[in-house]
Structures are given as C-alpha cells and as structure tokens.
C-alpha cells in the first residue's frame, strides 16, 4: 500500500472514530453501520480515482471493491429489505465482477480481467434468482452473513495494523 492510499485510510479511521465518539456521547444520532457506509463510500471513490492509470492493480481492486460494499451498506440500512442476507453471495460475487471490469478499464491490454467481469456478473444475478431453490446458495449466504456481523472488528483490526506499521 503507497503513502498516499496509507494517509487517505488514515484520515477515514479518524472520521470513522470521530463519528463513533459523537454517537457514544449522544451527539449525534446515526447508527454505526451508516457511518461506516459512508466512509467505504467516501474512501472507495479516492482510491479509485489516485489508482485510476497508475497501474496499481490492488489499489484500484480495493477501492472498487469497498466502494460497492458501502453501497450495500448503504442500501440495506437505509432500505426495508426482507431478507438481506441472500443478498450477500450475489453482492459479493457482482463485487468481484465489478472488480476486474474496473481491472479492465484501467489495462485494456489484460482481457483476463474482461473475461472474469463477464462470467461473475452474469453469475450473481443468476444466483440472485436461484438463491432460494438450491441449498449451496442458501448456505453460502448464510455463512457470508456471519462473518458480515463481525465486519466492525476486521475494520478495527485493520486500522490497528496500519498503525503499527507506518514508517515515518
């Protein structure tokens, strides 16, 4: 991860910790999980924009990817939606798909990255429409929205780890 990417995570971990802080001592009244939101929003679409012809493969398949996961955050906070957990395998395979299209874009010269965005965004909106009839989705999904209830802990891991690890 470069030093710009590195500085930009850092700024949204303060936001995010700063909105959290607010919300404990009643001044604001916003649930966590917007926040959190907004920031994958808000960080999605930076790093996508300093990754966008630099070639930085990860940075740009990171950013993308915690983009369309703040969507969906979004989306499901903010939304009634009945069972949202069977939205979690297409989300994430529509995620991956948007990933490499973004992969694609970026390098017209690696058609793999088309090839995959083409077999795993047809692939999710077919699991979209089969998640009820076959048990693999069913449990797939079921399994995607534990670990999705443990979100919070993987992002505070992350920022510890990224504050460990600055070098300078």
Do not use: C
């Not at 429409?129 to 079921?142: E, T």
């Amino acid at each position: 991860m470069n030093k710009r990417h590195q500085s930009l995570l850092s700024y949204i971990f303060i936001l995010v910790a700063l909105a959290y802080v607010l919300k404990l001592t009643g001044v604001i009244h916003i649930s966590v999980t917007i926040v959190i939101a907004y920031a994958f929003l808000f960080y999605g679409v930076l790093s996508v924009y300093v990754s966008m012809g630099t070639h930085q493969r990860a940075g740009l398949f990171l950013g993308t990817t915690i983009f369309l996961t703040g969507v969906i955050l979004f989306v499901v906070e903010n939304y009634t939606i009945i069972q949202p957990s069977i939205l979690v395998f297409p989300s994430v395979l529509f995620i991956l798909g948007a990933g490499f299209l973004m992969l694609y874009i970026d390098d017209h010269l690696n058609t793999i990255f088309l090839y995959s965005a083409l077999i795993l965004i047809p692939l999710s909106v077919l699991s979209m429409l089969f998640v009820r009839r076959f048990a693999v989705f069913g449990l797939a999904n079921r399994l995607a929205a534990g670990l999705a209830d443990y979100y919070p802990v993987f992002i505070i891991l992350l920022g510890v780890y990224l504050l460990l690890n600055r070098k300078g």
